[in-house]
């Protein structure tokens, strides 16, 4: 499994979970951990000023009241995800789909060789993709509004 955490610019931290490891609430807060980290390495104008919030869906592991004390412990500011709404969460309508089709068709003969390649698109995604991405969501947002927060499907 893939945790990714990236902004209009790039990917800021990923981390392939290991196939027997779950992603349950104790090992999310390392992961954030890491995440802070790779912040105040990559985007230190961001992490001096805390300008930058934390967009993650509804999984259990971040709802757990372990994770909202490292949020608030931590002051993370995290917007809130509608439930059962992938199309307003960019790694579901952006990343992942440039991933899967950048490596469907090819036989990996082991997860370090998926990893190895994983890691690879990662890394070539363009800026100019990141943006439109957070130009879709923008957009994507603005109809959800228009339309109530109700169900719509092709607008």
């Known amino acids: 499994m893939l945790e990714v955490f990236f902004d209009y610019d790039s990917v800021i931290h990923y981390e392939f979970i290991s196939e027997c490891?779950?992603?349950?609430?104790?090992?999310?807060?390392?992961?954030?951990?890491?995440?802070?980290?790779?912040?105040?390495?990559?985007?230190?104008?961001?992490?001096?000023?805390?300008?930058?919030?934390?967009?993650?869906?509804?999984?259990?592991?971040?709802?757990?009241?372990?994770?909202?004390?490292?949020?608030?412990?931590?002051?993370?500011?995290?917007?809130?995800?509608?439930?059962?709404?992938?199309?307003?969460?960019?790694?579901?309508?952006?990343?992942?789909?440039?991933?899967?089709?950048?490596l469907k068709g090819h036989r990996f003969m082991d997860s370090d060789e998926v990893i190895e390649n994983a890691t690879k698109q990662l890394k070539d995604l363009s800026k100019n993709g990141f943006q439109g991405c957070f130009e879709q969501l923008y957009e994507r947002w603005k109809n959800c509004v228009d339309a109530g927060g109700k169900y719509f499907e092709g607008q």
Do not use: C, G
């Open 21 to 102: 490891q779950t992603v349950n609430k104790e090992p999310y807060p390392e992961i954030l951990k890491r995440l802070r980290d790779a912040i105040r390495r990559k985007r230190p104008e961001k992490w001096a000023t805390n300008d930058w919030f934390l967009s993650h869906h509804n999984a259990p592991s971040h709802r757990a009241l372990i994770v909202k004390k490292y949020l608030a412990r931590h002051s993370i500011t995290t917007l809130e995800h509608p439930v059962y709404s992938p199309d307003l969460e960019p790694a579901e309508f952006y990343l992942f789909p440039r991933l899967k089709m950048k």
